[in-house]
């Protein structure tokens, strides 16, 4: 298969290998939430088609990868908030911990989190509208509420689900599981970390407008990244 092969030598060349295995895991190689950015920009400079970031979270093999490239176009894959990490088997979990991104908008990071709770509970990261080339940011924070509660409800029902935002995520979060309850689907839990005090939606309106130019720098990042010339802080 031509884009395994290419799969495979865009993930060796990020992890430091000389060859890597159709059946081998992206992170299990060591790859993580930032080398992901750059191999979607590595595979899109190599063949012109464009993978969500989630696609290398919810299928991190090399066969998986190279399947989503089959289907995937100039385009991208249409938004979906949700972020699903292919740890452990979602069946024995008990709950679904559904985890808001902070100001940052990114979801993936909480697969630190899937990780050590496989098993346990299912880990869903939430990543925001507008991080992807093509993708318009929300115009409201109404509107965002709407599309995540839409999301979340789709989700089957055969185990709770407990809501965690982290950061800006808190105050998102609180507000989210306001909108579950009203639609008759109440969450089983609310988790805040490290919240933002005095966040309202007028002043998460305005950092919408933050964000559309944070989307300008996210694409000049990627582009570094599919350069090499990024450098990895912190």
């Known amino acids: 298969d031509p884009n ?14 000389d060859r890597v295995g159709r059946r081998d895991n992206f992170f299990a190689l060591g790859g993580h939430s930032l080398m992901a950015v750059r191999l979607v920009a590595l595979l ?7 993978l969500a970031l989630n696609t290398v979270f919810e299928g ?9 490239m089959d289907k995937s176009g100039a385009e991208g894959p249409p938004y979906d908030p949700l972020v699903r990490f292919a740890v ?8 679904s911990l559904i985890a808001v991104h902070p100001f940052s908008g990114l979801g993936t990071p909480f697969r630190a989190l899937a990780v050590p709770l496989a098993g346990t509970a299912e880990v869903i990261g939430i990543s925001a509208r507008g991080l992807a080339a093509g993708q318009t940011p929300f115009s409201s924070y109404q509107e965002m509420l709407e599309t995540y509660a ?45 919240a933002v005090h005095g966040l309202t939606p007028s002043t998460i309106d305005e950092a919408a407008a933050i964000a559309k130019g944070f989307e300008a720098w996210c694409q000049a990042r990627l582009q570094e990244f599919a350069d090499g010339t990024a450098q990895h802080e912190g």
């Open 150 to 194: 839409a999301a979340i409800g789709a989700l089957n029902d055969r185990q709770p689900v407990v809501l965690m935002g982290w950061s800006m995520g808190g105050p998102i979060a609180f507000d989210l599981a306001a909108q579950l309850s009203h639609s008759g689907r109440p969450p089983a839990g609310l988790i805040i970390l490290d």
């Open 88 to 95: 452990g088997s979602p069946t024995a979990a008990s709950l």
């Open 4 to 17: 395994e092969a290419i799969v495979a030598d865009a993930i060796a060349t990020l992890v430091g290998m």
């Open 60 to 68: 991190p093999t090399v066969a998986e990868l190279a399947v989503a």
């Open 44 to 50: 899109e400079a190599k063949t012109g088609k464009a």
